[in-house]
């Protein structure tokens, strides 16, 4: 017999059905409250609220925990490659080696972009905000490729839009970074994998031979993979409400660029690191800038601190931070920052405003100072968190689809005015 909670309303007494997750996790099934009491639920920023069921990813904010398909973050970051990755959350398993060859293979045949998208890039201003134009360039490429418009998709056809999409996004995003420099784009080679190549394509030069660093190669697979999916955050719930509307792939995933853009959610990274520079500039005091951020007259947030659902430590964060001190001195950078952020790190999980609060260092705190040393401008950072979140964002909207889950349409309470006559101010 499945479980049930009861719900008392006046005189009434309603049954509602509990269902259970694979890693426990309890739910109240309400679909269909409205029809048995004429209530709907409240939730502002939906904090208490599951949109769906999914066994793309699974994580525990209290026990810092997190699976992709069941495999653990540290191991996947230790050990995978992006790619691997990718294909794992798409397809639900793990490639054999034969599988990815394919995958890799079917991938470079798309690592070109329509020469046609090049004159829609070039309109944009050198120093337009990166994310403004990956947006803009991901929605366009459905332009080019009028069939994945069509409604109902085979599955056949959903999957030559996502290896298109994973394709094309690498190059995509190295020309927005050469444009930032007034570099002429470098075009893929497709001798390298996939990370490689994107990186070939993001410091290669056209005059030169450059040999892409091994190092940066490594750190670039973990940075993308810890980014790969994080369950129902911000931007992937915005990818899986506009796919619900039977939208097309290109669009839903430009609908998540604009969502993960803001310094809340996947902006949070280009934050960080203004932050940092301001403190560094302000002579380092991490004293006045956390009684800043504890200040509620002060609008100073510590960027990269805190998260809606780690409330113990992000996983990810950990194993960022580590890899921060092995690639800075790999590469022999000493960059001033990272001190001022483990200080700040030290003060704040020492302060009861943070601790009271559950307030830690998420994902995005250490990671820009990463991405900085690899030789990126700050601007970029949250185009390269797109870059590793994309097949997240594939992955589940895929799931919805399949899932053949209705259209998103939350309910709301109404608090304008009540029905009022209109007056004539004078004669139409
Ligand atoms: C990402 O959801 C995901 O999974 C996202 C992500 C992913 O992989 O997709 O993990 C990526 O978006 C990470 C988060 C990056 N954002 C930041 O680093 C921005 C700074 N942090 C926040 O603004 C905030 O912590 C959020 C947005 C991350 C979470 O906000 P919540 O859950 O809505 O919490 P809240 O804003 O209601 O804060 C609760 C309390 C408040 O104080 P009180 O009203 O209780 O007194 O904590 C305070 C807040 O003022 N607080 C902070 C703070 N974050 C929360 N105070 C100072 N500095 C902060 N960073």
Known sequence: MSETIQLKIGDKTYDLPVIQGTEDEKAIDISKLRDLTGYVTLDIGYKNTGATKSAITFLDGEAGILKYR??????????????????????????????????????????????????FFDGYPSHSHPMGQLTGLISSLSAFYPESLATPQTPEAIDETIIKLLAKMTTIVSWIYKKSLGHPVIYPQNKFDYVTNYLYMTFGQRTEEVTIDPVVVDAMNVLLILHADHEQNCS??????????????????????????????????????????????????TDKWIAKAKDKNDPFRLMGFGHRVYKNFDPRAKIIKKACDDILEKLGIDDEVLDIAKRLE??????????????YPNVDFYSGIIYRALGFPTEMFTVLFALGRLPG???????????????????QIYTGATTRDYVEISKR
């Open 346 to 359: 030290e003060v704040a999980l020492k302060d009861p405003y943070f601790v009271e609060r559950k307030l």
């Open 393 to 411: 964002w594939i992955a589940q909207w895929k799931e919805l689809r399949e899932n053949k889950e209705p259209i998103g349409r939350p309910r």
């Open 70 to 119: 069941g495999y653990p973050i540290e191991q996947l970051a230790q050990k995978s490659t992006f790619l691997e990755v990718a294909y794992l959350l798409i397809y639900g398993e793990l490639p054999t080696a034969g599988q990815l060859k394919e995958f890799q293979t079917k991938i470079n045949k798309h690592t070109l972009v329509h020469e046609d998208l090049k004159k």
């Open 236 to 285: 992937t719930s915005t990818v899986r409400i506009v796919g619900s509307s039977d939208s097309n792939l290109y669009s839903s995933i430009s609908a998540g660029i604009s969502a993960l853009w803001g310094p809340l959610h996947g902006g949070a990274n280009q934050a960080v690191i203004e932050m940092l520079e301001k403190i560094k500039a302000d002579g380092g005091d």
